[in-house]
């Protein structure tokens, strides 16, 4: 597995933990970058701490355009594990525009039929694809 998609994997598990447990996320987050010292290695570590940080500190942002794009699904309603796929992805479009979307959804469906349900990935690729068409990422 590459760093960054490892760097993705690690990232959902945290925010999936600070939404379901609504814990004090800097606690949190240092207590499982502990017990999880041995995956985030160098080429892992900075990217997943950009994606968490910048995904907690552009949530309202993020959440909104999810609540736009998502036919007929409030954010509030959506699998946790498959809203918080897409939030990583988002930030990433708004973010990291050295990566290509197509790449980003590419990781977010595959994330997405790992941890997911039988349904994630094509509900992940129709949000985040209908998100890059009408706000113009590219």
């Not at 570590?45 to 995904?55: Q, R, T, Y």
């Amino acid at each position: 597995m590459g760093d960054r998609r490892q760097a993705r994997e690690l990232a959902l598990q945290i925010l999936f933990s600070f939404d379901m447990d609504k814990v004090d996320p800097d606690e949190s987050l240092e207590a499982f970058c502990t017990n999880n010292e041995e995956k985030l290695t160098q080429g892992v570590e900075p990217f997943f701490m950009d994606l968490v940080k910048g995904v907690r500190e552009n949530q309202p942002k993020i959440d909104a355009l999810l609540n736009t794009y998502s036919k007929n699904w409030k954010i509030s309603r959506m699998p946790v594990v498959d809203r918080n796929i897409m939030r990583i992805a988002i930030f990433e479009f708004l973010k990291h525009t050295d990566i290509p979307c197509s790449v980003t959804i590419n990781e977010a469906v595959e994330i997405g039929k790992k941890y997911g349900t039988r349904d994630s990935g094509s509900f992940i690729n129709g949000v985040l694809d209908r998100i890059k068409s009408l706000e113009g990422f590219e």
